[in-house]
């Protein structure tokens, strides 16, 4: 079965760009997470959704930041535009139980914001 | 909301028992133990996760003491695969806060 995919894998960028991160689901589940992983704040959820409803997204750093799932299989996290203090490894992952459930995560997209 | 605590860090030999402790003092009947973990480089990783009774699947055993104040993770048989950073969780509550977890280092 194919898990969370997340593309692209790695992006480098200059500030003040427009940064589009991507996630696929796992088919089924209903719940999708975007987490940011830094070395000094470690895994902080920036939002989550729920039948494609956001439900949390008190974690999103700022109105530079921006979420979508347009449908089940896809969703998207913006980021316009891009400063240094961005940069970080953003993971998406999915759940089949709402919130509670095991999360199942992608490999991430590691953002470096030149 | 339940919070956990574990060690920094821990080593263990290869083909030995990595035993992981989490406590837990404050969490409530309804909130189960999760346990993650996060290899370098990629995404956290579902291992187990456990209300009362310990549990075991092909990845780990849970054990969870009595008063449920604190649990224990065991892989079996280490392997230098199992190195990783490993994240003890009370889901619901807190599932979304991974903490910083021990980092486990299996030596040859």
């Known amino acids: 079965d194919a898990g969370v995919i997340q593309s692209p894998r790695h992006e480098v960028t200059e500030m003040g760009q427009e940064v589009t991160l991507r996630c696929k689901p796992i088919?089924?589940?209903?719940?999708l997470f975007w987490y940011r992983q830094t070395m000094m704040r470690g895994l902080e959820l920036l939002i989550y959704?729920?039948?494609?409803?956001?439900?949390?997204d008190s974690g999103m750093p700022e109105d530079r930041f921006s979420a979508k799932m347009p449908n089940a299989s896809f969703s998207t996290l913006k980021i316009q535009p891009s400063e240094p203090r961005d940069s970080a490894v953003y993971f998406c992952?999915?759940?089949?139980?709402?919130?509670?459930?095991?999360?199942?995560f992608g490999d991430g997209t590691r953002l470096s914001i030149l | 909301d339940a919070k956990t605590t574990q060690p920094t860090s821990m080593d263990c030999a290869e083909g030995r028992a990595a035993n992981l402790p989490c406590n837990h003092s404050?969490?409530?009947?309804?909130?189960?133990v999760y346990w993650y973990r996060q290899i370098h480089s990629q995404g956290p990783q579902y291992i187990i996760h456990?209300?009362?009774n310990n549990e075991t699947n092909e990845m780990a055993s849970l054990i969870i003491t009595e008063d449920r104040k604190s649990s224990t993770l065991i892989l079996p048989h280490a392997t230098l695969r199992d190195t990783a950073v490993y994240y003890c969780?009370?889901?619901?509550?807190?599932?979304?806060?991974f903490g910083t977890g021990t980092s486990l280092t299996v030596i040859p």
């Open positions: 992952a999915s759940s089949p139980q709402d919130s509670y459930g095991p999360q199942h």
């Open positions: 088919s089924g589940h209903n719940s």
């Open positions: 959704f729920n039948n494609n409803v956001p439900i949390d």
């Open positions: 404050t969490i409530s009947g309804n909130e189960y």
């Open positions: 456990g209300l009362k």
């Open positions: 969780i009370a889901f619901p509550g807190n599932q979304f806060y």
